[in-house]
């Protein structure tokens, strides 16, 4: 009988325990949790900077922002997300992006080189996490959405308050929240 009851106890125990996990991981993200995104995609943008200064290249990459705009596209159609509502908050992330860059830039001109410290690699390790990142961010908009979510002008403060990025005033990142109120699902 001992046994019995301690296997059961055990039992009820791990179902509460996967449980609790399981829900944590299909709970929808916070309005703050998808500002934290994008706030950690943006904070790549000095490492970008760095390794555009040292290796010579333009900020602006035409060809690199269409890449960018079709993965959003198909991702979000994937998703559920309207395609064009998403292009458009990509498109206000890589002006907030390059906005950044340029004034990393511009402070850097001062210097005889760019700061000293090694460029991370822009191709091996940089994109594949602003990919990654990007792609976080289209499913917390997916989730946050699906589940009777709204982005108001209320949370503009919220939204200044959780992206935190040197060289990115205020109104830049108005642009960039206005952008986000304006995703919706796609029409079923």
């Given at each position: ?44 943008m000095k490492d970008v900077a ?76 940089v994109r594949p996490e602003l ?22 002008p209320g949370q503009l403060a ?31």
């Amino acid at each position: 009988m001992g046994l019995a009851r301690q296997n059961a106890h055990r039992q009820s125990l791990l179902a509460l325990v996967l449980l609790s996990v399981s829900g944590a991981c299909f709970a929808a993200p916070s309005a703050t949790d998808i500002f934290r995104l994008v706030n950690e995609r943006l904070a790549f943008m000095k490492d970008v900077a760095m390794y555009k200064a040292k290796n010579g290249e333009p900020v602006e990459d035409k060809v690199r922002e269409g890449v960018v705009f079709e993965k959003a596209k198909q991702k979000a159609l994937k998703a559920g997300l309207d395609p064009a509502s998403t292009e458009a908050f990509f498109r206000a992330q890589i002006a907030a992006a390059k906005a950044i860059q340029y004034r990393y830039l511009a402070d850097w001109s001062f210097l005889p080189e760019p700061p000293d410290s090694p460029p991370r690699d822009l191709i091996g390790e940089v994109r594949p996490e602003l990919l990654r990142l990007g792609g976080e961010i289209i499913e917390a908009l997916q989730r946050y959405l699906a589940n009777g979510g709204r982005f108001t002008p209320g949370q503009l403060a919220e939204f200044l308050a959780a992206v935190k990025i040197a060289n990115l005033n205020d109104q830049e990142k108005g642009k960039l929240f206005q952008s986000i109120t304006e995703i919706k699902l796609s029409a079923p």
